[in-house]
């Protein structure tokens, strides 16, 4: 009887087990060992460009991918960033494309003067295209106005 | 069949519900946006303004919508290439408080103050340190004037204290002085 029952539940524990040997072998990504689902690079690049691309995206969405887009941990693509843009355009805001360039700029890190250089050089159509000046040409990598800080307590 | 007709009008209700629950939950941060745009969901979904390097796009823009703004973004629905600098400044400024420079360059120049006033306060106990040797202690005892230590050194080699690892051992008894 005992018997019976512990072969019982081995039998489903057995077949996942082989069902996760075979999905390891098809997936590319590093293995990592939680239970959530994982999305190559590629994936994640063609999802956020997919979601800036929507012809009907409003501000608010804009918006919203653009601050989880910013909570990963990367530097995004530029094509993610050309379509952002270009979504950008479609819901006529320009403070919020100079914004993403320049949150873009924020994400290079400590690794600014690499990436930067070449971001911008990729997007360079995109931003030609829709006159969208980047902050350097705003004057906004330096600051302009003074705001005083709500932690300065003296 | 019934059953998924039953479905989808208890979750339009569900849906009716939240609406009306949802004014509560931001009743204050939306008392104070006044005139201005909720633009986006911001940090937490409330309508509030917080310039953070990680999350760029607040929830509402900046400055109220007054004609000026309006004028403004009637320019910007046109082609953004016949934009002014100007035009394009003041629309950066009229949806956002702080660039990212102005965010994070939050340098002061406080610690300028700060050393000076360290230093300041160094100056002050040595100064003190000083003027109570000179005025509030009293002489030294006789035991240590340099003619004391001689002698008491003197006694000390002539007892042959330490003869062997101590200090007398470092006194050569012949020739009457320092090994």
Redesign the interface.
Known sequence: MLRNVITKLSQPARSLIQQNISRGAAASLARGYSSKAHETDEEFDRRYEAYFNRPDID??E???G??DL??HDLVPEPQIISAALRAC?RV?????A???V??M??KCGNKEKEIYPWLLQEIRPTLDE????T?EE??????????E?VH?I? | MAGTVLRASTRQLLVQRSHLLAPVTGYHARAKVGNRDIVGFGLNGEPTYVDRGDFPCPAVRFMENTADVYSMREKEKTSWIGLSMDDKKALYRASFCQTFAEMHAQGTGEWKSLTAGTIFGITLALWIVILVKLYVYEKPPHTLSDEWKAASLKRIIDQQQGRIEGLSSNWDYEKKEWK
């Open positions: 501000g608010w804009i918006r919203k653009i601050n910013c909570g355009r006529n805001d320009y403070a919020l100079v914004r993403v320049e949150a700029k924020n829709l006159g969208i000046n902050p705003l004057g906004y990598d330096k600051p302009e106005l003074w705001l800080d300065d003296h």
